[in-house]
């Protein structure tokens, strides 16, 4: 990583510390460019989180650091070594980030054997690379490339427009919720009349036991309506051998 995505500054060597505070001088404190810090996020968020969110998909991050690393080859590569297309992305790449083809190496070598100043380089040519596949200017291949790349508009089929005879159905389905939720409301008229109204009580627990055939039964829509705020004296009890022959006793 070249920066702090927390901050936005650039990291700075521990020898460039120490050597500013010898000489009496202020240590460095430099901005981070944007598409550096876009790369360093992805880095810090896979070391925190374990992935990484690219535009396509999120990724283990073991599979962004493996791109990452093998971004950091290529721009490394030779143009000779390459076909025309891709050293024509390697030189676009090298003259946006500023600094000369492959940072000035003559003969390749891995990553890590390089000094940090040429490090710094391919990081930062790793991160123009990143910013201009991102804006379209140079293509990504290979089995990783597309991730890098946001997904293409796909047009989805918005479906035939609804006829004379959804209209209807739609329309019907419409006035049966209206009619039901009018319905809920006299009903819940009706209980709050019935919480007052002893004969208005009696008359909704008859309805509501007109077809018990057990004691058991009658009791649970008595135990209803109490549960409903209605006073229990306002429920009679059943009439004399209505439920003789079933032998519940409450």
Request: hydrophobic letters at 40%; one cysteine or more; charged letters at 25%.
């Amino acid at each position: 990583m070249l920066s702090c995505p927390t901050h936005g500054r650039r990291l700075e060597t521990e020898q460039a510390f120490w050597l500013a505070e010898a000489l009496g001088e202020p240590a460095l404190d430099r901005a981070a460019p944007e598409h550096i810090l876009v790369m360093d996020r992805l880095t810090f968020q896979g070391l925190t989180s374990g992935t990484v969110s690219l535009p396509r998909r999120s990724v283990h991050v073991g599979v962004w650091l493996r791109l990452l690393r093998t971004l950091l080859d290529e721009v490394s590569l030779s143009t000779s070594q390459v076909r025309r297309h891709s050293a024509a992305a390697l030189d676009q790449i090298w003259v946006t980030a500023g600094w000369p083809p492959r940072a000035g190496i003559t003969v390749w070598r891995p990553y890590e054997k390089f000094d940090t100043v040429r490090q710094e380089a391919l990081l930062e040519a790793a991160a123009t690379a990143l910013d201009l596949i991102r804006t379209g200017k140079i293509a990504a291949r290979g089995s990783l490339g597309p991730l890098l790349t946001v997904q293409p508009y796909q047009p989805v089929y918005e479906g035939d427009r609804p006829g004379a005879v959804e209209r209807a159905r739609t329309a019907e389905r419409q006035a049966m919720h209206q009619s039901w939720a009018e319905a809920q409301q006299e009903v819940e008229k009706w209980f709050d009349a019935a919480r007052i109204d002893d004969a208005i009580a009696r008359q909704i627990f008859g309805i509501l036991t007109c077809f018990s055939r057990t004691r058991e039964a009658y009791d649970r829509e008595r135990d209803f309506m109490i549960g409903q705020g209605i006073p229990a004296s306002f429920l009679p009890d059943p009439e004399p051998g209505r439920f003789a022959s079933s032998g519940g006793v409450r």
